[in-house]
């Protein structure tokens, strides 16, 4: 066991750092270090000792000691915590699955829905031709550079000196402007009254978000955007400012600056709350999150909720659907997009209870197909011809999806006709699954993965299958999931956080940041613009408001 001494040195080199701020800062940093890999270990020795004990048991059923009825729900047990430690987490569908699909037709395929340079296009070559930077790139800033030598060159016909002709020849690179840290002074100037003398008046300071303070406005934003957006550890970020010469800037203040930041912007992230509220068709996902210090409970809980043009998070110490129930019960939302997770229906019936006294319209709920392929997709190790049946189908089914994706991306306005003829092709697939569960169901064990799959996709066979009815309405609950996408790699990165203002701060700058990336907006350009408007007093706007600023 080392010491605590040799402790620190061996976290002091793996920094890769040559100074530190202080000791007290250092040893704080070993023990965060230490707290993360203590959460990294106990995560995979709990998966591992279940590995270990399921495979104990299976070896006493091949000894003959267990009854045999149970093997296989135990060896598919193993298997599914054997992926959560080493398996991939994408669920697309290789090429090799695609192509021995065996509801593939040719009717599934939707004139229009791919162009014939496109690839996979019959008959079309699919090279294209190399194009320009700045035309594979149209918003990046173009500067121009001129080439030329220091003499000009001598004719290889005559020997003479040339002339420049006035032509040119363009070729482009992408290239980078590696980043500066660098120490702004600010020399304000004095004013003296030529008549009487009296008095001095200093130019005013320029507005600040922590007035006085020893960081810029610019760096406070490019800290947030970095660890919110990026997802960039504050450490790292250290790191990099060190390789511009400003070595040794303290991480608390860093941190204390996007505390200050996103509790300027609240007005916007309450702005966002409405906008998703006045939704009709609503997302809905939660996602645990791990409270290291400062509150009763480590285990947390990130809500999202998610429109069209904004994304909106919560930050709970529970995952009751009591947190559902306020939010729906102050919303326009008449279809819930979610899991089928029993906290989501406690909150709509308790809308609806709410609702039906104020004659308002109800809200509906809808289910998530992707969770219903992924448990026969689970179920493919352990019953790999039963599963086949299910995802075969649900591939020709999200096969027709992806081509209505591409046509409604070609014309944003596709009538609703058309959508819902290209989604009553899929019913057929949907029925010949609901047959083949209800027939098949009770052949296997309850505990079998494949019955649980099928009883799953029965159950909510209604919530599953509402969105062939209602163009507005998502086949999955994937754009939730993806919202909640970077709080969950941060969550990986930095295990957690360190106080429920550190868990306020990320819900307010994960939700302005994922309302960034829903509108198309560049975090960087939209921070400074807000902030610019804070400081003249001028009113605040959300990521879709600037959109539609910028577009005017």
Not at 149 to 165: V, Y
């Amino acid at each position: 066991m080392l010491s605590v001494r040799a402790q620190v040195i061996e976290f002091f080199e793996s920094q890769n750092s040559t100074e530190f701020v202080d000791k007290n800062e250092l040893f704080r940093l070993l023990q965060k270090s230490q707290l993360n890999e203590k959460y990294l270990h106990q995560d995979n020795d709990r998966l591992r000792s279940k590995v270990n004990r399921l495979e104990a048991i299976i070896q006493e059923f091949m000894q003959g000691n267990l009854d045999i009825s149970m093997e296989k729900v135990l060896e598919q047990e193993r298997r599914a915590y054997q992926a959560a430690l080493f398996g991939k987490s994408s669920e697309r569908s290789s090429a090799e699955e695609i192509a021995a699909n065996s509801t593939a037709s040719d009717d599934l395929v939707i004139p229009g829905a791919d162009d014939p340079g496109e690839a996979g296009g019959s008959g079309v070559s699919t090279h294209k031709r190399l194009r320009l930077p700045s035309v594979r790139y149209p918003k990046a800033e173009v500067t121009e550079v001129h080439v030329a030598p220091e003499r000009a060159p001598q004719c290889p016909c005559c020997s003479k000196e040339m002339k420049d002709s006035g032509l040119t020849e363009t070729s482009e690179k992408v290239t980078v402007i590696p980043r500066k840290v660098l120490i702004e002074r600010q020399i304000r100037h004095k004013f003296g009254c030529p008549h009487c003398h009296g008095a001095i008046v200093t130019a005013a300071l320029p507005p600040s978000l922590v007035p006085g303070g020893s960081y810029s406005d610019a760096l406070l934003m490019d800290v947030a955007i970095a660890k919110y957006f990026d997802l960039m550890p504050i450490q790292r970020y250290i790191r990099a400012a060190e390789r511009c010469g400003v070595i040794g800037l303290p991480s608390a203040s860093l941190i204390e600056g996007t505390h200050v930041l996103a509790s300027r912007l609240r007005v916007v992230y309450r702005l966002l709350k409405q906008e998703v509220l006045r939704e009709k068709v609503l997302n809905a996902d939660e996602t645990p999150h791990r409270m290291l210090e400062g509150a009763d409970r480590d285990s947390w809980f990130f809500w999202g909720f998610l429109g069209k043009t904004a994304a909106y998070f919560e930050a709970h110490e529970t995952r009751s659907g009591d947190v559902a129930s306020e939010f729906l019960k102050a919303s326009l939302c008449e279809y819930l997009v979610s899991d089928v997770y029993s906290g989501y229906a406690k909150a709509v019936r308790e809308t609806n209870e709410g609702r039906a006294v104020k004659t308002l319209p109800s809200i509906t709920c809808v289910y998530c197909n992707a969770h219903a392929r992924r448990y026969f997709k689970k179920a493919k190790d352990a019953f790999a011809a039963e599963s086949q049946f299910f995802i075969d189908r649900y591939m020709s089914i999200y096969f027709l999806e992806s081509q209505l994706k591409k046509l409604r991306t070609k014309d944003p306005h596709l009538p609703t006709e058309r959508v819902l003829e290209i989604r009553g092709k899929m019913r057929q697939f949907y029925e010949q699954m609901k047959a083949r569960a209800e027939t098949e169901q009770f052949a296997y064990s309850d505990k079998s993965s494949i019955a649980k799959a099928m009883n799953y996709f029965l159950k909510n066979y209604e919530g599953l299958t509402l969105f062939l009815t209602h163009a507005d309405l998502p086949i999955d609950n994937n754009a939730a999931e993806r919202i909640l996408r970077n709080p969950v790699i941060g969550r990986k990165t930095w295990y957690g956080t360190h106080s429920p203002q550190g868990a306020e701060t990320a819900v307010v700058l994960f939700s302005i940041f994922e309302s960034c990336k829903l509108n198309g907006v560049n975090p960087q350009a939209y921070l400074k613009r807000l902030v610019q408007s804070l400081h003249r007093g001028e009113p605040l706007f959300t990521p879709a408001t600037y959109k539609t600023a910028l577009n005017a």
